[in-house]
């Protein structure tokens, strides 16, 4: 049997061989940490996901005004330029920008959670089965994903969502539809070179189950590479949902959703300002925390993801 | 003659893709609850009347049934009736495609005149302060969203410098229509009217910039990826000792392989430029598919919707293959081992 192996250090396995007691390496975790702080844009990207993560997770404790979230109106203050009270400002009925951009972090990171809880495994699983199994079963998995790939991506989320109603739950469910197939063929691609070595052959030999092979002999070798591109994923997936969103096709108003906030304040533009343009820059934040990180795992654990 | 099966299996490969396409889009839009034919009719008609138009589209029969008669009109390029207009989609379509078509020929062409020497600018003098402000501007290009960008240019260029409009296609009133190719400035060009066609120019500049951020910046990077990878090749190596100019080195004998990774990304990144025109379009009121897209697709309008879906897969799909046939011109090993499409 071979052995185990610890997630961490998937991404270089098969050549490292057992280091003689006398100079035994660092435990992975400790290298992996130290290349990982030596990478300028993962430090820098994994601040600001957590920084967004914070914003989201202690939007009520942070937010000076946690009640403007939702419908809230008080148009003495409607239109305040950013100032002391108000760092970013009043909108169009007086709510806090702020205090809505911090809550507006929090359904950003809702519809990723969503979205990739649900097209990440899935898409996962099709490409486990599809590079192993090969027959009718990768021909039927391969084309179905190469018909998804000509979807734009932002077009059929809008016609599914319309189709079952613009509201976020329904833009969640779109955009996880939509979203598998990258998966599906990323791990397709590693399970196709991976199945041919001669762990694999070995295994089969001994009699291990096809699950067995399957679940705790590819995966964890697929693991690193799902990993890195899920995480530049997050950031697409709260861009797409932003422009649905922007388009009018998502969380409805009075929910304190950033794309639906652009959008408000669009009409306000040149002079109300800083009601779409702070909403649009804490998209641009989450999106690029996300890519730096992304970026910097993918230098890290050396994988191409597509 | 083997390019030319190449290009037969290419396309043949594509006419399923769509097929594909068809079925999907067609039983999402039916499966979902709500009937076409009360949203046609409004809240107001009988039940009699409903149920005779249900029977007038054949909404009574078996959804493959439905499936088959949508697709014999299909494959005639009848998109059938808009619930909304009451016009045939095809006419709709035909009448908003055009300006959608201009704006991201416009941006394509934007990508790759600023994208590629970019890329090339970047590895030719790698790790030195050009590849760094390279790398940062092609970072902010790809994580900011199309209509946050949209909403900056029209606030900086329109409103701020006031240089360049900042809707439509045209000046309002502008007497002029676009009936030989639908595209304003080509057609200004044919008809010798070159106000009009400055006209143009000046209303495409800022959505197409807006547009082509986030390509500039993926190609910018694939560009000098690829380019770095062809530089370590023994046969560059060889021109250098030879003495053969830099220039020429670069130009001649590194980018043209270098294009081949650089051609597969734009094909690939044609999708995302197209769900992107979507939202710019509603940013610089751009009477192209989105408006027509987005306000069917609110409605309902089935037959609309999954019309709009199709010609912009088609699109998508003609762009890919049209990308294939070059890869597979530049690139002979991709027409000889006949390319896995």
Known sequence: MHEKRDFMSVARPPLTLPAPEATRERPAWQRNWYRFSRNPSAVIGAVLVLLVVICALFAPVIAPFPEHADAFVDFRNRHQPPSAAHWFGTDNVGRDVLSRVLFGYRISLLLVLFVLGLSVPFGVVLGLLAGYAGGWLELVIMRITDIFLAIPPLVMALAITAALSPTLINAMIAISVLWWNWHTRLVYGIVRSLKTEEYIDACRVIGASRWHILFRELLPNCMSAVLVKTTLDAGFVILIGASLSFLGIGAQPPTPDLGTMVADGAGYLPDMWWQSMFPGLAILVAILGFNLLGDGLRDLYDVEVG | MEFLFY???????????????????????????????????????????????????????????????????????????????????????????????????????????????????????????????????????????????????????????????????????????????????????????????????????????????????????????????????????????????????????????????????????????????????????????????????????????????????????????????????????????????
């Open chain 2, 7 to 341: 290009i037969i299996r290419r396309v043949l490969w594509s006419v399923v893709v769509l097929l594909g396409l068809s079925v999907t889009i067609f039983f999402i839009a039916r499966v979902i609850p709500g009937d076409p034919a009360r949203i046609a009719l409004g809240p107001t008609a009988t039940q009699e009347q409903v149920i005779n138009l249900r029977r007038e589209m054949g909404l009574d029969l078996p959804l493959p049934v439905q499936y088959v008669r949508y697709l014999s009109r299909l494959v005639q390029g009848d998109l059938g009736q808009s619930l909304l207009t009451q016009r045939s989609v095809n006419r709709d379509i035909a009448g908003a495609f055009p300006a959608t078509f201009e704006l991201v020929l416009t941006t394509i062409f934007l990508v790759v005149v600023i994208g590629i020497p970019n890329g090339v600018l970047a590895a030719r003098f790698k790790d030195s302060w050009l590849d760094n402000v390279n790398r940062l501007t092609s970072l902010i290009g790809v994580v900011t969203p199309s209509f946050f960008l949209a909403l900056l240019l029209q606030l900086l260029a329109g409103y701020v410098l006031r240089i360049l409009p900042t809707s439509g296609r045209l000046p309002a009133g502008t007497d002029f229509t676009a009936d030989i190719t639908g595209l304003i400035t080509i057609d200004a060009l044919l008809k010798g009217n070159w106000l009009v066609y400055f006209q143009g120019l000046r209303h495409l500049l800022l959505p197409a910039l807006a547009l082509s951020a986030t390509g500039i910046g993926q190609i910018a990077r694939i560009t000098r990826s690829s380019m770095i990878d062809v530089s370590r090749r023994d046969y560059i190596e060889a021109a250098r000792a030879f003495g053969i100019p830099d220039m020429v080195t670069t130009f001649k004998y590194m980018l043209k392989p270098s294009f081949i990774p650089t051609l597969t990304l734009l094909g690939l990144t044609f999708a995302s430029l197209l769900g992107n025109a979507f939202v710019v379009e509603m940013v610089f009121s751009w009477p192209g598919m989105a408006s027509y897209g987005v306000r069917t697709i609110l409605q309902k309008d089935f037959n609309a919707v999954i019309g709009v879906v199709m010609v912009i897969g088609a699109f998508f799909v003609v762009v890919n293959v049209i990308v294939d046939v070059l890869v597979g011109y530049v690139d002979p090993r991709v027409r000889l081992r006949g390319g896995n499409a």
